[in-house]
């Protein structure tokens, strides 16, 4: 006899969410792993000056969000739809390297082997892995939120505070958004784990795309959920002047001509098409988790990705010549070499080894286009985009020992501290070089040498600048962040983000350069030695 239908309804009930408990705390466990770094706390300050400067004070010298020639008053709807638009497009920007590597932690770890066993599926642990990382994407939009109730406070002046207005920007901008881009991460690496250059190359270049196609894209099909906001601005400035010329423009836009009017912006009323694309993108990033879960690993890497057959033993041994006596006075003698040039040379081959060899075919594109293309386009544009494209073999330039857990060998050493890491910085400074020598050519063809030592100080510095950053927080992604907000605001005309002489020029700036590079040296070789005396 079966129990009442009430009955089965109350255990079916009991069993749910005993299940969603346990999901709840595998999401909050990664969560937290996630979020207890450096990485993670400078991210965060990062995200607050980020959501400070989208509302540019009164005289400042770029904008961000403008129609033309038209900025908007800074009311409560103007500073949410602004910041919540802004920091849409910079998570998806930044957010892949934020949030990377989720599952790769989980396999050096050995806590896949774990999950392996039990009884959760493949689609239910990409999820939670999904939503971890969109909780830490969420806490920096939480950060920028209360900025901008802060900014709403300071600069609002007489203008009512109206609280829909302020929140649906981040309810039906942001938010959605940034579940595509964790679901989006969480996809790539089931997919392209084993190819972690490429992975962030594609990052670059998907959403480089999405951005630069904008302008002409329909208000569902738009990621950042920017459009059907900057069709609202438009048709308001036109309302208010109808030969205006109200062309939206989104982004740090440095050196260009200021806005001299103003406008009054209420907000939108959203229409339930431009709801349900919101929502749609919160779908599509569902639907990416589930594909996915079809072809994941579930850990069994060694199934999965086989290795190349070894020989038989049988036939190793027929190949093999048999021994032979070992006569110790016809060995050559043994000389020490304390010189730090094999060490170069071995850094150097790392660093040309790492990825698919293929991935060289862009670099190689990268430095013809430095030859071909014109002389300012290459320096300020080709130039820090194809050093970019090396941030997985500079990230771990001085970490790697710890990744690989072999620091305790390295660290003990014959001087470490004066042999190792000065090769990594060379190695790494050498790499950066020979990729721009083509533009130092040009430069020194027409007898430009201030440019070229430029270039060079740029090199050192950027470099200097990821072992500074590496040893600091002890891992990758901190430096993947920040350099890849160093090309986007080079790609902007950012002057003071320019460290290779694309946008200033001049003795001044190369002092101010050399004594960075000489900072970070210091910082980098002070906290090495601290890490060696603990070791």
């Keep these: 006899m079966q129990p009442p239908r009430w009955k089965m309804l109350i255990y079916t009930s009991l069993i749910t969410k005993i299940k969603m408990g346990q999901y709840y705390k595998i999401i909050i466990a990664d969560y937290k792993q996630r979020t207890r770094s450096y990485a993670f706390l400078i991210t965060l300050a990062v995200g ?175 990621i950042y959920g920017v459009k059907p906001v900057t069709l609202a601005m438009e048709q308001t400035v036109l309302h208010q002047a109808p030969k205006a010329n109200a062309q939206p423009s989104i982004g740090f836009i440095f050196g260009a001509k200021k806005a001299n009017k103003s406008f009054v912006f209420e907000g939108i009323q959203w229409t339930v098409a431009e709801v349900l694309g919101r929502v749609m993108w ?38 093999t010549k048999p021994l032979q006596d070992i006569k110790l006075s016809a060995l050559p003698p043994i000389t020490a070499d304390y010189s730090v040039c094999p060490f170069i040379k071995t850094e150097l081959l790392m660093l040309f080894r790492k990825g698919p060899r293929w991935l060289w075919l862009i670099n190689l594109g990268g430095m013809a286009a430095l030859i071909f293309a014109p002389i300012t386009i290459a320096h300020q544009i080709i130039l820090p985009v194809l050093w970019f494209l090396q941030v997985a073999r500079w990230s771990d330039l001085a970490t790697k020992e710890k990744t690989n857990r072999i620091h305790y060998f390295t660290y003990a050493s014959y001087k470490p501290l004066t042999r190792l890491l000065p090769a990594q910085v060379m190695a790494g400074i050498i790499l950066a070089l020979a990729l721009a020598t083509p533009l130092m050519l040009r430069y020194a063809a027409v007898l430009q040498f201030i440019q070229v030592l430029s270039i060079i100080a740029g090199s050192v510095f950027i470099v200097l600048f990821a072992v500074a950053i590496g040893t600091l927080s002890g891992g990758k992604k901190l430096f993947e962040i920040l350099f890849f907000l160093f090309t986007y605001l080079n790609i902007e005309r950012a002057p003071f983000a320019d460290y290779f002489g694309g946008i200033n020029n001049g003795t001044n700036y190369l002092a101010l350069i050399a004594g960075l590079s000489m900072l970070l040296a210091l910082a980098s070789f002070m906290i090495r030695k601290i890490e060696i005396q603990r070791v």
């Excluded at 972690?196 to 630069?212: A, E, K, P, Y």
């Excluded at 589930?290 to 190349?308: T, Y």
Aim: overall charge positive; proline content about 4%.
């Design 48 to 222: 607050l000056y980020f959501a400070y400067i989208c509302i540019p004070p009164h005289g400042a010298n770029y904008s961000t969000v403008r129609m033309g020639s038209y900025t908007g008053v800074q009311n409560a709807a103007w500073i949410g739809y602004v910041t919540a638009m802004m920091t849409s497009v910079f998570l998806a920007l930044i957010g892949p390297y934020l949030i990377n590597s989720c599952i790769k932690k989980d396999t050096d770890t050995g806590v896949g082997a774990i999950v392996a066993t039990t009884r959760i599926s493949n689609f239910q642990y990409l999820l939670t892995k999904a939503m971890g990382s969109f909780l830490v994407l969420l806490s920096i939009v939480g950060c920028v939120f209360l900025m901008a109730v802060a900014l709403v406070c300071i600069r609002s002046g007489t203008y009512p505070f109206q609280l829909v207005q302020f929140l649906l920007p981040y309810l039906l901008i942001t938010i959605p958004t940034v579940f595509f881009v964790s679901a989006l991460s969480v996809t790539a690496e089931v997919f392209l784990y084993r190819y972690v250059i490429l992975m962030n190359i594609g990052f670059f270049f998907f959403f480089g795309v999405v951005t630069s196609l904008q302008q002409n894209i329909a208000p569902p099909l738009d």
């Design 282 to 319: 919160m779908g599509v990033g569902l639907i990416l988790i589930f594909v996915s879960s079809l072809f994941f690993h579930r850990f069994d890497i060694k199934q999965r990705f086989k290795a190349r057959k070894k020989p038989k033993f049988s036939v190793v041994a027929s190949q």
